[in-house]
């Protein structure tokens, strides 16, 4: 039976590390700040959004939301932002995504200012990552390597990582290569998923397809983390069966409770990284 690993806990414990940080940096007359902008009224989207006002809170960000309606012009937004990237006193800006259609989600992220990109997906940021130089990595990724540090020694592992998003699939098998493990990217088109699967040591799921990884596609052993979040019969369920690849796994995040704490702690870390600079 695989251990689950807590994501909740390893989050709150991580917090703690972060309120020491904002505590000096208080000391020392920096307040970090970060400033979130919601357009619409996607439900996801404010859940995520009320999350990081609370963990904000708690480890001593000062942060605030700025809620538009879906009429918000992209013009009015990159202006915004423009604003944003001149204020010296505020450190992070973020842009919950997604975005009403008629606003080009590519032309805003590359409107942040690289060094306030809290999100970490700015191109320069990815370009960055890409050659292993310090920067600001994106929050769901940075996470999941956390997460996995706290079971394994990563040199020499194999990574299999289904999904090639451009927040999750693509940056994530970066970072874990970064740390001398070796890397398979694999999709939800890619021929005899399972034959890539049960190589894997460490095996990531990022699709958004409910219980597409099952036991029979996991080494025995092997570390599972479940990236997707699926509303099934009116429950989150992740794209793995939890139960029956419990019984296989030696370790196996939950859904919900798993990388969702992370990638919330990851973004207060990035917004406390930009502060310390200052």
């Not at 904002?22 to 995520?48: C, E, F, N, Q, T």
Request: charged share 25%; proline share 5%.
């Amino acid at each position: 039976m695989a251990v689950v690993i807590d994501g909740k806990q390893i989050a709150a414990s991580y917090r703690e590390t972060l309120k020491e940080r904002v505590s000096a940096l208080r000391a020392r007359g920096i307040v970090p700040k970060l400033k979130v902008i919601l357009i619409g009224d996607d439900p996801a989207s404010h859940s995520y959004v009320r999350g990081k006002e609370r963990a904000a809170a708690d480890i001593g960000i000062d942060s605030q939301v700025i809620r538009f309606d879906d009429t918000i012009s992209e013009r009015e937004v990159l202006e915004l932002i423009d604003s944003m990237n001149a204020d010296d006193a505020l450190h992070g800006i973020l842009v919950q995504l997604p975005l009403p259609k008629h606003i080009d989600e590519n032309r805003v992220i590359m409107r942040i200012s690289p060094d306030k990109d809290v999100d970490g997906f700015h191109p320069t940021n990815v370009g960055k990552m890409m050659l292993g130089l310090e920067t600001l990595l994106p929050c769901t990724p940075h996470g999941i390597l956390h997460l996995v540090k706290t079971q394994i020694d990563l040199v020499g592992k194999h990574v299999v990582v289904v999904g090639r998003s451009q927040i999750v699939g693509k940056p994530v098998g970066m970072l874990f290569l970064n740390e001398s493990a070796t890397v398979t990217y694999c999709h939800s088109k890619t021929n005899d998923l399972g034959s890539m699967t049960r190589q894997a040591d460490i095996l990531i799921v990022a699709v958004g397809r409910a219980g597409l990884v099952t036991a029979d596609m996991v080494k025995p052993g092997a570390i599972v983390i479940d990236v997707g979040v699926n509303r099934v019969d009116g429950r989150l369920v992740g794209d793995v069966d939890f139960e029956g690849v419990r019984d296989v796994a030696s370790a196996i995040t939950p859904v919900p409770g798993g990388v969702g704490p992370m990638t919330i702690t990851m973004l207060m870390h990035n917004t406390v990284e930009v502060a310390s600079r200052g």
